[in-house]
């Protein structure tokens, strides 16, 4: 754009991790906004002057945020709907953000968006586009058409308004190449404002990337309507050009990898490990990743150490392979502790992820868990409330599988969103309580904090300390 003005505005909405997390604050975090960072390299390398603002951490109310993104006087403004749990903030900021400046054009998109694309045009009218699925491509299209009065109806996979009338068009929107992406630009966002879970390895400049999209396997509690199910890879040389640039440039000095599944080919898992292992070696560069226990052996245990690997985490779900077998988690339970003692020999903290509460969970199966938990060794356990996600398959038919309490605003996994018809709302609170004491009363536990984070940190791990110890542990 040629007068100094912004064409558009990209904004993750406000979010308050003591209100979403509660206690919990301390799991939560104040994640980067990949989303938002893959969308503004694409606008920018298509001459589209990009705005970042990611009022998450801003502790600002929504009236203020809003004001705040007219005051920039923007043609459009692109708000994620991606996060469930904060769809209500961001429909909120949409309504006023348009009772401020109707002639803005509000576009959407998002993981929560994509799934129920309809539904949120419908419950939100004032979003002028919506764009289902992967961002990059279509939105500078879309912005194109706009300003130069095209129809939009001869791109795939939008939702739009014409009149009275809600218009959509066919199928939806896949990168083809995610190799031929621009770099994400990170100087626009302030890495500083971004913590990490304290389960994870922690280092004073940590950051999310994903060396890949999709995932093969068919989880029913998890939610991959936007990236798929077939797996893209980036490229070798692609992410050692973005590696490089967030060490030299960003001073980053630690990875979290989100990949859905890192482990997933043997040759592309070398690969990955022989890049870490170059940065390992040059720049004392660790790294976290999330991985599924029956891909890891010694050898790949190995591998992820000495490239500088030092925090993975499993998937556990549940000690119930009843409950696995619920949530399609292809897991032989019995395998656990051999694969958690693979990891933990090679020298790597190891976090247990668990869910609670999903469909068919009963006292049994939290008990299957707890007795699990006694039997496996982890650094750190870490528990969600199953969360029913609108894109994800035990969404589909979910109330004549128990009941739906409070809303979007709930699915944060700390708080009850759903009750199975197998449990009682007081079995499962018991149940929650009971997992989370199992674990972080068991006295090797206490030593490995004690030892990792001292006296004084055994408060930032059990965060809100007495309280905290109240609520899990006495109680
Ligand atoms: C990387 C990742 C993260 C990173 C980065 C988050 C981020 N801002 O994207 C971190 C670690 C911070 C993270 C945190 C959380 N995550 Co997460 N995360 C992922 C993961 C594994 C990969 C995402 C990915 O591949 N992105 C690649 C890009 C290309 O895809 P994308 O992010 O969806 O964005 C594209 C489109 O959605 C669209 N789009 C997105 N935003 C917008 C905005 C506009 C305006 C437009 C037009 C388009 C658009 O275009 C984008 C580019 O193509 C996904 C799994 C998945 N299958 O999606 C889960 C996932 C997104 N996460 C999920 C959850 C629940 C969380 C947490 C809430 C977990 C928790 N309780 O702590 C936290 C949220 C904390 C916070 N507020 O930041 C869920 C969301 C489900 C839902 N409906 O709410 C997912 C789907 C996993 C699941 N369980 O099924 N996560
Ligand atoms: S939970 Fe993990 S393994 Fe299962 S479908 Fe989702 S990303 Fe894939």
């Given at each position: 754009m040629d007068n100094g003005k912004i064409d558009i505005v990209l904004v993750s909405p406000p979010f308050d991790l003591r209100e979403n997390f509660g206690l919990l604050d301390f799991v939560g975090q104040y994640g980067s906004p990949i989303n938002l960072l893959y969308l503004a390299a694409s606008l920018e390398g298509a001459g589209i002057s990009t705005k970042l603002s990611d009022l998450s951490y801003k502790n600002k109310s929504i009236e203020e945020c809003a004001q705040y993104i007219v005051s920039m006087e923007s043609e459009f403004v692109g708000i994620a709907v991606h996060f469930t749990f904060l769809v209500p903030k961001s429909l909120k900021l949409i309504s006023i953000i348009k009772s401020l400046n109707p002639k803005i054009k509000i576009i959407v998109g998002g993981v929560h968006f994509t799934s129920l694309p309809e539904k949120t045009m419908n419950e939100c009218r004032e979003i002028d586009v919506g764009i289902i699925g992967e961002g990059e491509e279509v939105i500078v299209k879309v912005i194109k058409c706009l300003k130069a009065g095209d129809s939009l109806e001869n791109l795939q996979g939008l939702i739009f308004r014409r009149g009275k009338e809600l218009v959509k068009t066919e199928g939806g929107n896949l990168v083809s190449d995610i190799n031929k992406l621009p770099f994400s630009l990170f100087e626009k966002i302030d890495l500083s404002h971004y913590s990490f879970a304290v389960y994870k390895e922690k280092r004073n400049n940590t950051f999310p990337i994903i060396t890949s999209r999709g995932c093969p396997f068919s989880c029913t509690f998890c939610d991959r309507t936007v990236v798929g199910r077939e797996i893209r890879f980036h490229n070798i040389d692609y992410l050692s050009k973005m590696i490089d640039t967030l060490v030299k440039e960003f001073k980053v000095n630690c990875f979290d990898v989100e990949d859905e599944n890192i482990c997933i080919t043997k040759n592309r898992f070398k690969d990955i490990c022989g890049l870490f292992k170059n940065m390992f070696q040059s720049y004392n560069i660790t790294w976290h990743c999330s991985i599924r226990a029956d891909s890891v052996n010694r050898e790949t245990a190995k591998m992820l150490y000495d490239s500088g690997c030092r925090s993975v985490t499993f998937g556990i779900e549940s000690g119930s392979q009843r409950m696995l077998n619920v949530y399609n988690?292809?897991?032989?339970?019995?395998?656990m502790p051999e694969k958690c003692k693979i990891i933990r020999k090679a020298g790597i903290t190891l976090a247990g992820s668990f869910i609670i509460g999903g469909p068919g969970e009963n006292t049994e199966s939290i008990l299957e868990t707890i007795n699990l938990l006694k039997r496996i060794e982890l650094d750190y356990m870490y528990l969600w409330y199953f969360v029913p996600f609108p894109g994800s398959v035990l969404y589909q038919d979910i109330e004549n599988k128990g009941k739906l309490l409070g809303g979007y605003s709930n699915m944060t996994g700390q708080h009850i969103s759903f009750i199975p018809l197998t449990l009682s709302r007081e079995q499962l609170e018991r149940g929650y309580k009971l997992i989370y004491r199992t674990f972080y009363s068991k006295p090797s536990v206490i030593l490995k904090t004690i030892k990792k984070h001292g006296l004084k940190g055994i408060p930032k791990v059990f965060r809100s300390g007495i309280k905290y110890f109240s609520r899990f542990i006495l109680n």
């Open positions: 988690k292809k897991l032989n339970i019995n395998e």
